[in-house]
C-alpha cells in the first residue's frame, strides 16, 4: 500500500434530467483528477439525475437512462482514477438512491443510501427504499472508504458500521440544499461523526438552483478530533485535490484552502442571484421582465435579476395610473437608471376605463371597494404578460414574504409570473438587504457596483397605490410587528397564545392568523421562489386550502 492517497472532490452543479450533461462534467473533473495524478474523484448524491428529481426518478424511463448513462460513463474512464458518482440503482423491483464506484471501465461497488429523510423538502421514503448498512470499498493500493450518502451521515448508525468494517476514510455525497444558518449544522454533525468514528471525514455537496432550492456547497475536509483541514467557497463550482499521508494513527489530509464564509445576509441575497440564474438558465429564458412600480420589493428584484442575469437581460415596465405618485415614477426611473437595464411605460389608464365601461351596468348602485383595487392589479398583470408572451421574457414577481403570508397580493395580478426570488424573505428583511446591496458589490453581481435602489424608495412607507393616499398599514400591522408574529405563527409554528406572551396583540394576532390561514389558495397558485429558510412556503410548510381550524388559546 502506498501511504498518499489524492482525492478530486467535485463541487459541481447538476441539471435534472439532463443525463448526458450531468455525465460530461462527471467527465471533465474525472479529467482534471486524472491531470492532477488523483486516485479518486468524488461527485455528489444523485449527481447523473439531479437533484431533487422529485417524482421523476421513479419513472422507468427516467432511471433506467440514468444508469445506462453511469455504465457508460464507466466504460469512458476506465483508464485513471476511481470514480464517485450518485445516481438511481433498480434492482429486485426495488429503486434505491445509490453511489457508484467506478473503475477499470466497470462499476465495481455501490453504496446505498440507508436512511431516506421525509421532511422539509424531502420526500425520499415516497421515492426510494431503504438500503441496507453497508461496510466500505477498497481503493486499489490506498484507504478502504465507506461512503454514508448525505442523510446517512447525520446519524451514528451508517458511518460507525463502515469503520468498524475497516473503513479508514469517510467521503460523504450530499444533496444539501440551502438554508439560513444550514451550514453550522452540518458542521457539527460531521465533527460528531469524525470525533466518534476516529477517521477523516470528506463531505461533497453540490452548488447550483434546482426549482425553489439552492445547493450552496461549502464541502469540506475534516481530519481526526474534527479538525478542518479543508473548506471550499460557497456557491461556486469548484474542483479542489486533496492529499491525503498515511500516518502511524492513519491516514489525514494534508491542510489545504479554507474559504471564508459571508454573513447570512449575503448568503441569502447570493441564493436569491443563484436560483434566478439557474431557474432561467436551466429551462431556457435569457431575459426577464418585471412590473417596476417605484416600490422597494420591485427595486430588489430588479437587482436581484440583473445581479443573476444582466441588465441588459431585464426589463422594467412602469404601468402607472392616476393613483401612481410622481414620487413612485422617479424612484423606478432612479433604479433602471442606475442598474442599465431596458425600461418601458404602458399606461392602465385606458384598459381601466374600458373594463369599468363593460361593468357599469353590472356594478351601478354599488359602492366602490377592493374589486376596482384589484381591477387595477390584474390589468398590469393581463399586460405585463402579454409583453412576456410576445418578447418570450420570463415575468418575475414581487411579493415578498410578509405579503404572501397573508394575501396582500392579488392572484392573477400581481401575482403573476414565472419565479419570485423573495419569495422567502420577510418584508423587513428586504430593507436590509437593500442596504447591504447599496453598499457591496461582489464578483459574481453582473450589475454595477454602488447604490442601485435610491434610498428614497428605503425610506418611504410602503403603498400599493391603488387609491388616493393608500399605505400598506392601512390594511397590515406595521411590517415589524406583522413579521414578528409571522416569524412565531409560520417559522417556528408558535401558538396564538405564545405569541401574546412575546407581547403582541391578541386581536392583531388573531388577524394575523385569519389571514395566514384564508390565503392558502393563493400561495397553492403562486410562483416558485427561492427557499432561504426552514419554514418556505411549498415543500417546507404544507398546509390544507380548506381549513376551518383556528387556535384559541
Not at 477498497?138 to 465507506?146: D, E, H, Q, V
Request: charged share 25%.
Amino acid at each position: 500500500m502506498t501511504t498518499t492517497f489524492r482525492l478530486t472532490m467535485a463541487q459541481l452543479n447538476p441539471t435534472v434530467g439532463d443525463l448526458a450533461g450531468n455525465a460530461a462534467k462527471a467527465r471533465a473533473a474525472w479529467d482534471a483528477a486524472t491531470l492532477a495524478g488523483a486516485d479518486m474523484v468524488a461527485l455528489p448524491e444523485m449527481f447523473i439525475a439531479g437533484y431533487s428529481t422529485q417524482d421523476l426518478v421513479m419513472k422507468p424511463a427516467f432511471h433506467q437512462a440514468a444508469e445506462a448513462a453511469i455504465e457508460a460513463l464507466a466504460a469512458e474512464c476506465a483508464d485513471g482514477p476511481t470514480m464517485g458518482i450518485g445516481g438511481p440503482y433498480f434492482t429486485d423491483g426495488r429503486l434505491y438512491n445509490a453511489y457508484y464506484i467506478c473503475r477499470g471501465g466497470e462499476i465495481v461497488a455501490r453504496q446505498l443510501k440507508h436512511f431516506l429523510p421525509n421532511y422539509n423538502v424531502f420526500d425520499e421514503v415516497r421515492q426510494f427504499r431503504r438500503g441496507p448498512i453497508q461496510g466500505p470499498y477498497a481503493i486499489p493500493n490506498g484507504p478502504r472508504i465507506g461512503s454514508p450518502i448525505c442523510e446517512d451521515a447525520w446519524y451514528e448508525d451508517v458511518a460507525e458500521a463502515m469503520v468498524e468494517s475497516g473503513a479508514e476514510i469517510l467521503v460523504v455525497p450530499n444533496g444539501s440544499p440551502y438554508r439560513r444558518e444550514k451550514f453550522d449544522v452540518r458542521m457539527s454533525k460531521m465533527v460528531a461523526r469524525v470525533v466518534e468514528n476516529n477517521v477523516p471525514l470528506v463531505y461533497v455537496n453540490m452548488v447550483g438552483g434546482q426549482d425553489d432550492q439552492v445547493f450552496d456547497g461549502g464541502s469540506f475536509v475534516l481530519n481526526r478530533g474534527g479538525k478542518l483541514a479543508v473548506q471550499l467557497p460557497l456557491f461556486d463550482e469548484v474542483l479542489a485535490h486533496v492529499d491525503f499521508e498515511q500516518t502511524g494513527e492513519g491516514w489525514e489530509a494534508v491542510a489545504g484552502e479554507k474559504a471564508v464564509f459571508p454573513d447570512d445576509l449575503e448568503q441569502d441575497y447570493r441564493a436569491m442571484v443563484e436560483s434566478l440564474r439557474d431557474y432561467c438558465g436551466k429551462t431556457g429564458f435569457k431575459k426577464v421582465l418585471l412590473g417596476l412600480s417605484g416600490g422597494i420589493d420591485s427595486a430588489i428584484v430588479a437587482v436581484i435579476a440583473a445581479d443573476a442575469l444582466g441588465p441588459e437581460n431585464v426589463r422594467g415596465v412602469m404601468l402607472p395610473s392616476e393613483y401612481t405618485s410622481q414620487s413612485s415614477l422617479d424612484d423606478a426611473q432612479g433604479v433602471v437608471d442606475a442598474l442599465g437595464c431596458h425600461y418601458d411605460t404602458v399606461s392602465i389608464a385606458g384598459p381601466r376605463a374600458a373594463v369599468s365601461d363593460a361593468l357599469a351596468p353590472l356594478f351601478a348602485g354599488l359602492q366602490e371597494d377592493l374589486t376596482e383595487e384589484n381591477i387595477q392589479s390584474r390589468l398590469r398583470g393581463m399586460l405585463l404578460m402579454a409583453q412576456s408572451n410576445k418578447f418570450g421574457e420570463m415575468l418575475l414577481t414581487t411579493g415578498n414574504k410578509s405579503e404572501v403570508a397573508v394575501g396582500y397580493a392579488t392572484i392573477y395580478g400581481d401575482m403573476n409570473g414565472g419565479y419570485n426570488p423573495i419569495k422567502d424573505m420577510y418584508k423587513t428583511r428586504v430593507f436590509d438587504a437593500c442596504r447591504w446591496r447599496n453598499a457591496n458589490h461582489r464578483p459574481w453581481m453582473k450589475a454595477p457596483a454602488g447604490e442601485m435602489i435610491p434610498v428614497s424608495i428605503i425610506d418611504k412607507p410602503p403603498s400599493a397605490e391603488l387609491r388616493p393616499d393608500q399605505r400598506d398599514d392601512d390594511s397590515l400591522p406595521p411590517y415589524d410587528i406583522l413579521d414578528g408574529i409571522l416569524k412565531m405563527l409560520v417559522d417556528e409554528e408558535k401558538s396564538v397564545a405564545d405569541c401574546v406572551a412575546a407581547g403582541f396583540d391578541r386581536d392583531t394576532v388573531k388577524r394575523v392568523e385569519h389571514l395566514l390561514y384564508i390565503s392558502e389558495y393563493k400561495r397553492f397558485q403562486s410562483a416558485p421562489g427561492t427557499r432561504l429558510s426552514n419554514r418556505a412556503f411549498w415543500m417546507d410548510r404544507r398546509y390544507p386550502i380548506v381549513n376551518s381550524f383556528r387556535d384559541n388559546s
